[in-house]
């Protein structure tokens, strides 16, 4: 049964998740977002994604942070142009 649910490699990623929160001093509070569940469960979901390594600092911070900005503003378009007349 064990083997049937990957108890280990599940407990490893815990342990690893964990430790990425003490060692960088997370708020737990991130726990709680629906995009902290949803980014582990794509990623333990998705098999084909091997070798994948996370974003980068300079990539977090750069061009992932300009397209967030732009996915946030894109709704506010209409209504700027609005705003402004």
């Given at each position: 049964?064990?083997?049937?649910?990957?108890?280990?490699?599940?407990?490893?990623?815990?342990?690893?998740?964990?430790?990425?929160?003490?060692?960088?001093?997370?708020?737990?509070?991130?726990?709680?977002?629906?995009?902290?569940?949803?980014?582990?469960?794509?990623?333990?979901?998705?098999?084909?994604?091997?070798?994948y390594v996370p974003p980068s600092?300079?990539?977090?911070?750069?061009?992932?942070?300009?397209?967030?900005?732009?996915?946030?503003?894109?709704?506010?378009?209409?209504?700027?142009?609005?705003?402004?007349?």
């Amino acid at each position: 049964m064990e083997s049937s649910f990957n108890i280990q490699a599940r407990d490893a990623l815990d342990y690893e998740i964990g430790r990425m929160f003490y060692a960088s001093g997370l708020s737990f509070n991130l726990a709680r977002s629906p995009y902290y569940i949803s980014v582990f469960s794509y990623a333990a979901n998705t098999s084909n994604l091997s070798g994948y390594v996370p974003p980068s600092y300079n990539k977090l911070r750069g061009p992932l942070l300009a397209k967030e900005r732009i996915h946030v503003e894109k709704p506010f378009g209409t209504y700027k142009k609005f705003m402004e007349k």
